[in-house]
């Protein structure tokens, strides 16, 4: 299409037939997978999947007291139930159940201690959901550090300041050229012990692994958007920054003013695509106890066994909030469209 | 009000270039100098030395009473009295028009953007692009980009004013347009510095003609005296070329 009109013209019929010929593609591909996995008599239950989204059960309430029920009352707060125990003797003592509870005993019935006395109802959050929480957080925390490392860092990369620029220089060489697994480890393991244990030493409690997932994906990040930075800087034309010095611009402002919202534009589809990266790259934070989307995802295969449904659910899960990452940023582009 | 004594520039990059050899001028207050002279002759070098967007080598460069290559001197200060208009607009091109004017008045200078969008307005009139003031740069023909771009470098109300081939990147029906308006500005007193190649131009507006060739200044006089009587072998040379 960005070529078009440099050759001779297609018929319609030549883009009707290789339409055609993409679905017919995907159906066929998707027809393949059915078929390969009807043929190994994989049971799909995809009913169990949405309790990993919403868990809703219900559990048993026991007595504290061993002797007579005498009164079940029920008010706003909940159910209010009392007792003639045997060790308070002369006195009601009463146990109150929490909003959702069901009693199972009526007055003049005996009960001891222990004994199940009602049932409450209760749903929570799914791990999948907390997983995909996780997973949401993480990205945003390690995407807005990561623009902010990234666009310092891509300046210093330009400065005339040689300890700003080699400073740069080896912070992006080094994350670029080590994998982003080995430096997840390296956050865990070496930063995170060390750390902990200094904590530890003044008293203070240590921090959470969420935390140094979000540092080492923003400094792994950080790096790229520098580099981003930098190309969408040196992309500008040089008589863009000589017009507004002439003027009597400070280079600061200069940079503010004209530089930078104009790198701005050219630099969002790269940036989405690094973003998008990072998202998927969370997945990695499940070595460091991070319990988002993919290590829930484990786990809830773990337990159920319905593994194909699970990692399918999965995926999706990712590909959705990456379409709506790149959604927002073509949001931006529209927008910043000068 | 510009003083140039001595100018030495090298360039190192991508070999050594010995580009300004040993150049003095002296422009006066209200003088209208125009520089001509072959491609490469340093002529842009030169101009760009003025408000060091080139820092010479060597010697002095005294504009308004300052001398920019002293280390002391305030460069943004002395840059917003020089205004600048280049071969190829440089407009802002994420700023309307409007915009590209009121930006280094409000940001250097401290105007309110009343005063600013008031300046930027009567400016716009006078180059004849009022009407122009809300879309972008791109939507404008080249000769009215380089009009806004001259009221752009006006409205910091400069002392002085340096042209380089400002008509050079225009169709050649859109070189009038921006003559017209430079030779207004002469008109009206304005100090500038023009490099051009338009000897028309350089004929009827000029106090002073100079000619550079390889980096050093060669011959130096009125339009008259340049035209009709160069008494250099190369200016005779290229006159007759360009003519
Ligand atoms: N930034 C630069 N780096 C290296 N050489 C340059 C640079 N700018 C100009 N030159 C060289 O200096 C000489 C004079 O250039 P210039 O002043 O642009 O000439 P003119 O404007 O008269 O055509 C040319 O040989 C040109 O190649
Ligand atoms: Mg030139």
């Not at chain 1, 993480?138 to 807005?144: D, H, K």
């Not at chain 2, 520039?9 to 003095?24: E, G, M, N, R, T």
């Not at chain 2, 490469?40 to 460069?61: H, P, Q, V, W």
Request: a neutral charge; aromatic letters at 10%.
């Amino acid at each position: 299409m960005s070529y078009f009109g440099l050759d001779r013209p297609r018929s319609p019929l030549y883009y009707t037939a290789w339409k055609i010929t993409f679905v017919v593609g995907l159906l066929l591909t998707c027809g393949l997978f059915y078929y390969a996995a009807a043929s190994v008599h994989y049971d799909w239950r995809w009913y169990r999947v949405p309790q990993y989204f919403w868990y809703s059960g219900q559990e048993d309430i026991r007595s504290d007291f061993s002797g007579t029920v005498k009164e079940v009352q029920h008010t706003p707060s909940g159910t209010v139930i009392r007792f003639a125990a045997e060790d308070h003797p002369g006195e009601l003592v009463s146990m109150t159940l929490g909003a959702g509870s069901e009693a199972l005993v009526q007055p003049e019935t005996d009960v001891y201690m222990g004994d199940i006395i009602a049932k409450r109802s209760f749903s929570k959050p799914g791990i999948l959901l907390e997983g995909l929480w996780v997973t949401v957080v993480v990205s945003s925390f390690a995407i807005v550090a990561g623009i902010g490392i990234g666009l310092v860092t891509g300046l210093c990369r330009l400065s005339n300041n040689p300890a700003l620029r080699w400073g740069a220089i080896t912070y992006i060489e080094i994350i670029r050229g080590s994998p982003l697994l080995v430096q997840i480890f390296l956050w865990y393991f070496v930063v995170g012990f060390v750390v902990d244990a200094l904590l530890g030493q003044v008293g203070l409690p240590g921090i959470a692994p969420l935390w140094y997932g979000v540092a080492a994906l923003a400094i792994f990040t950080g790096a790229y958007v520098a580099e981003i930075v930098r190309a969408g800087i040196q992309s500008v034309h040089r008589g863009q920054m000589e017009a507004a010095r002439s003027l009597g611009m400070t280079h600061s402002q200069a940079m503010r003013k004209i530089i930078l919202p104009q790198a701005f534009r050219r630099i969002l589809p790269p940036l989405a695509g690094q973003f998008i990266s990072l998202i998927k790259d969370s997945s990695l934070l499940g070595v460091m106890a991070v319990r988002e989307l993919t290590k829930a995802t484990r786990e809830a295969v773990t337990s159920s066994l319905q593994s194909l449904e699970l990692w399918f659910t999965c995926a999706l899960l990712y590909l959705v909030l990456t379409f709506m990452l790149s959604l927002f940023v073509q949001y931006l582009e529209r927008r910043a469209v000068r | 009000m510009i003083h140039a004594k001595h100018v030495h520039k090298y360039f190192w990059i991508p070999h050594q270039l010995h580009a300004l050899k040993d150049v003095s001028l002296e422009v006066a207050k209200g003088e209208a100098l125009v520089i001509i002279g072959p491609s490469g002759s340093g002529k842009s070098t030169f101009l760009r030395c003025m408000n060091r967007l080139e820092y010479a080598d060597a010697g002095e460069i005294w504009v308004n009473g300052t001398n920019i290559l002293d280390v002391d001197c305030d460069i943004n200060k002395l840059r917003a009295e020089v205004g600048m208009v280049f071969q190829s607009f440089n407009l802002f091109p994420h700023l309307t028009v409007l915009q590209n004017l009121t930006l280094a008045p409000e940001t250097v200078l401290g105007r309110s953007s009343k005063q600013a969008n008031e300046k930027a307005m009567s400016l716009l009139e006078k180059v004849g692009i009022a009407e122009k003031c809300e879309v972008y740069p791109d939507q404008l023909s080249g000769g009215q980009q380089q009009r806004v771009a001259i009221a752009r470098a006006l409205a910091m109300d400069p002392q002085v004013m340096l042209f380089d081939e400002p008509t050079s990147a225009l169709d050649p029906e859109m070189v009038g347009e921006v003559l017209d308006v430079m030779r207004t500005l002469a008109r009206e007193g304005m100090t500038m510095v023009v490099v051009t190649h338009e000897m028309g131009f350089a004929r009827e507006v000029a106090d002073r003609l100079v000619f550079m060739d390889q980096g050093a200044i060669v011959e130096q006089g009125t339009p008259e005296e340049i035209f009709q009587n160069a008494q250099n072998d190369r200016t005779k040379l290229f006159l007759s070329q360009i003519l």
